[in-house]
């Protein structure tokens, strides 16, 4: 292989650093009109009156919609929201009315201008409190109209395997408590939109910010139905994405009221979220409580594991809501442990309504998992990586999810992080310092997450006339680097320059069909896909080649004689090893596999030309390959399923120095020890790990959507902090275990998201280790740090 | 009310209606959409442009204050067609885009630096850059990207 393992330069790069790449916020379209959306003023009301004259009054309006004037648009996998809303609002971001004018400064303008009445109803923003009596419907119906009694979601996650109270009754340390986790935004830098345009038949065309354009494109096909176009198609295009990091695994309001707006005026209309938009009205990350529990014998292997997690859903389900199908991977298979007890709730609320993000349900299980794990070391005497070592998952094994784990590097992620931290010298050193050395684990999804029928990618491949390979595939490419892997297994697998490789737009209307890309899954799945197609595709130019090569290369050695009647002949017969098994294909030349004469190699772009003219009827190089991983989907009310091809695993550690006097914490280093299977480019994987884990430092350190009573209070970069360069600044050693997974594409593993998921806890273990207290909830902030470092003061003395 | 200045080299000229920012100009009649907005209010630095060399945040300045001077842009660096500047160069092959999203701004803000001080210290690339935000990168790739920037001005000049 030549091309595996090495960088070459990205194919959106340059585009991207001369700032032509183009983006969602730089699409336009003729006679574009824009569209403005007015959103609720309360968290819980009943809409008692809407008032659009003032509104359409505004010159340069050209259309104002509400739930009364177009049709329903129902959404969400649990069909609980409505793109306008009908009755009632259930949070500050319900979108009420929306407006299409010919510039942007006037829809805004138009949708301030809308006048809405209300009657307040009683809220509910706390999950606990909307799950006790009496309190306060989020929905008092379901999407069918029938009456529903309590805020739980219907969604069901569990597992329980062996017999957890037997099992804590027996064991010799047991450690518990309850951890939670923060609302937090993406913050995605380029920020979201979409235009949607008919054209003259009705079909439509959306340009949008998506992670999923063929599933948004059966989303927009159903809006479609519901709007009365019959018979009628979405076609989604996917401009440069700006960030996904899990934004776009749902379809949104906006694109439904740009589709909307769209059809009521005969224009493209294009919805645009500035920043504050983006935090005020774009779904974060859930908050979740977790209690965890664990114990082990006197060796130190861990005998049971109860995990019961709440999550605020806020006010409509989103793919968010199935979180719990992640959190079940570590809360089952993260270490050995044999006897399981999890369970969950997911709660309406009328705060925002969360949706997925990077991990998706990880972090917010590991930190507790990690956490816990760290106290019942200390609980039963022994040290917090020995622990892990002696319940390491290993090769081969089946946990008691079901997951077949074939290749599993935990064992080196841990004793490298140890190594590299060193952990025997510094954990636990009374150094009269405030340092200290923590360490977290983490399995995912590495070979795709089975969370729908299909989990598969297609792939068409095309060759055209100079031997230019043209590569279609569904996946997004939203930064993490998926069109460089794809060049690069093409360019080894098929036998072409990766310069020589070309990747489509991703378009529903060219592209074949893809799940989405999520889950860690895009290279993996689109990968596999590749190698598929680049064995019909070999296959068939070396057919064509046994007609062709052989005309092809008396011609070549015609010239050759012309121009140099000495040149000395082929060094063998090759004429009578012509055979379509012996050719081979490399850098975009066609040649018998025993040869470097150059006499012997044809170009392909010369072979194809003579297949396409062949007298008698020609021939075209388009192959397509449909990919779908050997996993199965779990049922999740047992828990039980292997969910994906294979599993990622890797550990994390960091040295930390606390600020007694301020609770300032200052990272000194971070170890990140990875099992990615094979490395594919690593200077991507590489961006890609170090960018994951300042998002898991973000989560940890700085990061909360603060709200009250439903409101957001930090709706910009001043008061929502994510890390910059400046944060960032501590030295990082990244480690790569390669343990050549047999399920991925020359060996490799999914690696999107795992770079963020044990961050926190890993953090938050070198805290405690530092100073002696443990914060349970993230953010771990200055101010709860020093409340807890004199909590422990006050206790001492 | 009508602005008059240089945009990457070439004389220009814009009106005005009211206070528009530099921002919205470049983006809009001038269009230059290689200069992102991010934030909108000077928090994240995906709008940085030179105006006379110096770094700003297009989306704090109003138009009217660039009458006369100079502004470089993203789409103003490259030195010839199929080329890069040395930033870009550096930034493309040292992996620091991934989104791209905070690229222009990541390289003008590089650019601006290098122009005051071709040689800075790991500390001073994290500090000129502080005002310039990216998810995606972690920032790393990118601090290399623009000592690799200064090592390649260095051989060109
Ligand atoms: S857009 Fe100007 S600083 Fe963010
Ligand atoms: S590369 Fe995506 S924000 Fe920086």
Redesign the interface.
């Known amino acids: 292989m030549t091309y595996m393992g090495t960088s070459p330069t990205r194919p959106d790069a340059a585009a991207k650093a001369t700032g032509r790449a183009e983006y969602i916020s730089d699409a336009v379209r003729p006679g574009m009109l824009h569209g403005a959306i007015r959103f609720s003023e309360h968290a819980h009301a009943r809409i008692l009156r809407i008032d659009t004259s003032k509104a359409e009054r505004i010159p340069g309006v050209r259309a104002v919609i509400t739930a009364e004037n177009t049709p329903e648009v129902r959404l969400g996998f649990l069909r609980d929201n409505l793109a306008l809303k009908k009755g009632k609002v259930r949070q500050f971001r319900d979108e009420i009315a929306a407006v299409a004018a010919i510039d942007p400064d006037i829809a805004a303008e138009a949708a301030a201008a809308i006048e809405v009445e209300y009657e307040p109803l009683p809220a509910v923003f706390d999950p606990i409190e909307a799950l006790a009596e009496g309190a306060p419907l989020v929905h008092d119906v379901d999407p069918r109209g029938r009456p529903v009694t309590s805020n739980l979601m219907p969604v069901h996650f569990r597992h329980f395997s062996g017999d957890v109270e037997k099992a804590r009754a027996a064991s010799a340390y047991v450690a518990e408590g309850e951890w939670s986790t923060p609302l937090i935004q993406q913050t995605c830098m380029g920020t979201a939109g979409c235009i949607a345009e008919f054209d003259p038949q009705m079909n439509l065309t959306v340009w949008a910010k998506t992670q999923i354009p063929f599933l948004a494109q059966r989303d927009f096909n159903g809006a479609l139905a519901q709007m009365g176009l019959r018979n009628k198609n979405a076609r989604v295009i996917v401009p440069a994405l700006g960030g996904g990091f899990g934004t776009g695994l749902d379809t949104h309001c906006y694109e439904y009221i740009s589709i909307l707006l769209a059809w009521k005026t005969g224009k493209p209309v294009k919805v645009q979220y500035n920043r504050d938009q983006e935090f005020a009205y774009l779904s974060p990350r859930q908050s979740a409580t977790v209690r965890m529990a664990q114990g082990c014998d006197r060796d130190g292997r861990l005998t049971f594991r109860h995990v019961h997690v709440v999550q605020d859903n806020g006010a409509y389900g989103s793919w968010g809501a199935t979180y719990p199908s992640v959190m079940l991977l570590p809360a089952t298979s993260l270490y050995r442990v044999p006897n399981i007890y999890f369970d969950c709730e997911l709660v309406y609320t009328n705060n925002t309504y969360a949706q997925a993000m990077r991990g998706y349900g990880n972090p917010e299980l590991t930190f507790a998992l990690e956490s816990n794990l760290d106290q019942l070391a200390e609980e039963a005497g022994i040290d917090a990586a020995q622990l892990r070592l002696i319940n390491c998952n290993e090769p081969n094994e089946v946990t008691p999810m079901g997951l077949k784990v074939a290749t599993c590097g935990l064992r080196e992620c841990l004793e490298q992080t140890a190594e590299r931290l060193d952990w025997d010298n510094k954990r636990g050193a009374p150094d009269g310092t405030a340092r200290g050395v923590g360490m977290a684990s983490l399995i995912h999804v590495g070979g795709s997450g089975r969370i729908y029928r299909s989990d598969a990618s297609g792939v068409i491949l095309r060759f055209d006339d100079w031997g230019n390979l043209y590569l279609s595939s569904g996946g997004v490419e939203m930064g993490q680097g998926l069109h460089s892997s794809l060049q690069i297994v093409a360019a080894d697998a098929i036998g072409v320059a990766p310069d020589r490789v070309f990747i489509n737009q991703t378009d529903t209307s060219t592209c074949p069909w893809d799940v989405g890309t999520h889950a860690s899954r895009g290279a993996f799945t689109a990968c596999n896909a590749l190698l598929m197609g680049a064995t019909k595709l070999r296959d068939k130019v070396f057919r064509a080649a046994v007609e062709l090569y052989p005309q092809l290369v008396e011609e070549a050695l015609r010239k050759q004689r012309k121009r140099d009647p000495d040149a000395p002949a082929p060094s063998f017969d090759w004429r009578s090893r012509i055979d379509a098994d012996a050719f081979d294909l490399r850098e975009g030349q066609v040649f018998l596999s025993n040869t470097d004469d150059p006499v012997l190699r044809v170009d392909l772009g010369k072979l194809i030309r003579a297949a396409h003219f062949r007298d008698g009827g020609g021939q075209m190089f388009t192959v397509e390959a449909f990919y779908d991983p050997p996993s199965e989907l779990p049922d999740w009310e047992q828990g039980q399923g292997n969910m994906s091809a294979c599993y990622t695993f890797g550990t994390q550690g960091v040295e930390v120095e606390v600020d007694t006097d301020t609770g300032d914490v200052r990272i000194l280093k971070m170890a990140a020890v990875l099992d990615v299977g094979k490395v594919i480019n690593p200077q991507i994987l590489r961006g890609q790990t170090i960018g994951a884990l300042a998002q898991g430092v973000g989560y940890a350190l700085y990061e909360e959507v603060k709200t009250e009573r439903g409101r957001i209070l930090n709706p910009n970069f001043t008061d929502y902090k994510i890390p910059t360069a400046v944060e960032m600044d501590f030295p990082i050693e990244l480690e790569f275990v390669e343990t050549d997974e047999p399920t991925g594409p020359y060996g490799a593993k999914g690696i999107g998201e795992p770079g963020l998921v044990p961050t926190a806890p890993a953090i938050a273990n070198a805290i405690a280790d530092a100073v002696g207290v443990r914060i349970h909830d993230l953010p771990i902030t200055p101010e709860k740090l020093l409340a807890a470092l004199r909590a422990k003061n006050e206790e001492a003395t | 009310m009508e602005v008059r200045f240089t945009l990457n080299g070439r004389e220009v000229s814009c009106s005005l209606v009211g206070s528009e920012l530099l921002l919205d100009v470049l983006?809009g009649p001038l269009g230059?959409?290689?200069?992102?907005?991010?934030?909108?209010?000077g928090?994240?630095g995906?709008c940085t442009v030179q105006v006379d060399g110096h770094p700003f945040n297009a989306c704090l300045l109003p138009a009217a204050e660039v009458e006369g001077r100079a502004v470089t842009?993203?789409?103003g660096?490259?030195p010839a067609p199929g080329e890069?500047s040395p930033e870009?160069?550096a930034?493309?092959?040292?992996?620091g885009?991934?989104?791209?999203?905070?690229?222009?701004g990541m390289?003008m803000a590089s650019k601006a630096l290098l122009d005051a001080d071709p040689d800075p210290a790991?500390?001073d690339?994290?500090?000129a850059?502080?005002?310039?935000?990216?998810?995606?990168?972690?920032?790393?790739?990118?601090?290399e990207s623009v000592r690799r920037a200064a090592a390649l001005r260095g051989e060109g000049s």
Do not use: M, S, W
């Not at chain 2, 230059?32 to 209010?41: N, P, V």
């Not at chain 2, 502080?130 to 601090?143: D, E, K, M, S």
């Open positions: 983006r230059h959409r290689g200069t992102k907005e991010g934030c909108g209010k928090e994240c995906a842009t993203i789409e660096l490259a890069l870009q160069q930034f493309v092959e040292a992996g885009i991934q989104c791209g999203f905070c690229t222009p390289i790991d500390a690339i994290r500090h850059l502080v005002g310039n935000l990216c998810r995606c990168t972690g920032y790393a790739q990118i601090i």
